[in-house]
């Protein structure tokens, strides 16, 4: 089942979106077109997420290929929960 949140990606600022978890993947959505192409349909695959760090509401996504993505999860123990159970 996909569980949805408001979220705003931190990258060059604040870009509100929606931030979808389901059994395979992380996903931040924007319609904003001046976001880049990759940013606005962002698919973090759970396989591939090697940890997560949070300061504060911020959850920083630190991929196995050295990528780092932070995203402010609006309700961060939601998330958490659901995200723990995704994954374990």
Not at 6 to 22: T, V
Not at 64 to 69: M, R, T, V
Request: hydrophobic residues 35%; positive net charge.
């Amino acid at each position: 089942m996909k569980k949805t949140f408001m979220c705003s990606l931190c990258h060059n600022g604040l870009l509100g979106g929606g931030l979808y978890l389901d059994s395979e993947s992380i996903t931040y959505k924007t319609n904003k077109l001046t976001v880049e192409k990759k940013y606005r349909n962002l698919v973090l695959p759970l396989s591939e997420i090697k940890e997560v760090t949070w300061k504060g509401i911020i959850a920083t996504f630190h991929m196995i290929h050295g990528e780092d993505y932070k995203i402010m999860i609006f309700n961060k123990n939601r998330f958490m929960k659901d995200y723990s159970s995704m994954v374990d």
